[in-house]
C-alpha cells in the first residue's frame, strides 16, 4: 500500500515561500500514467487541488495559485516537493499529498499523507 508523507516548516512568515517536501514509499512517483498531488485545506474550509506532478516529469498547477507555484521531484529519493512564494496568513492549514485516481487531476487515491499544519504569521 502506498505511504506518502509530508515534511517541512509548520511555521512561515507572511511574504515568504513555503517549501514542503513529499516521501512516497509502496510505489513510484514514476509509475507509468501516475499523477502525485498537493492539496491543502484551510480551517472550516473544503479541500483545494494545489499542483500535481506527472510520472513523466511534467507539472500541473492550479490556475488560481500557478504564478506562485512551483512543484519538483527527486526520483532519487522518490519525493516530490512544493514551493509556493509570497504566502499570506490567510493560506494557513493542512498540506497535504496524495496520488491522483487514474489521470484525474481533482480525484485521489487513498490513503493521503497525514498532512501537516503551515501557519503563516503576520
Known amino acids: 500500500q502506498v505511504q506518502l508523507q509530508e515534511s517541512g516548516p509548520g511555521l512561515v512568515k507572511s511574504s515568504q515561500t513555503l517549501s514542503l517536501t513529499c516521501t512516497v514509499s509502496?510505489?513510484?512517483?514514476?509509475?507509468?500514467?501516475?499523477?502525485w498531488s498537493w492539496i491543502r485545506q484551510p480551517p472550516g474550509k473544503a479541500p483545494e487541488w494545489i499542483g500535481a506532478?506527472?510520472?513523466?516529469?511534467?507539472?500541473y498547477y492550479n490556475p488560481s495559485l500557478q504564478s506562485r507555484t512551483s512543484i519538483s521531484r527527486d526520483t532519487s529519493k522518490n519525493q516530490f516537493s512544493l514551493q509556493l512564494s509570497a504566502v499570506t496568513p490567510e493560506e494557513t492549514a493542512i498540506y497535504y499529498c496524495?496520488?491522483?485516481?487514474?489521470?484525474?487531476?481533482?480525484?485521489?487515491?487513498?490513503?493521503w499523507g497525514r498532512g501537516t499544519q503551515v501557519t503563516v504569521s503576520s
Open positions: 509502496g510505489d513510484s512517483i514514476t509509475t507509468t500514467n501516475s499523477y
Open positions: 506532478s506527472h510520472y513523466a516529469g511534467n507539472y
Open positions: 496524495a496520488r491522483n485516481y487514474g489521470g484525474d487531476l481533482h480525484n485521489f487515491v487513498a490513503p
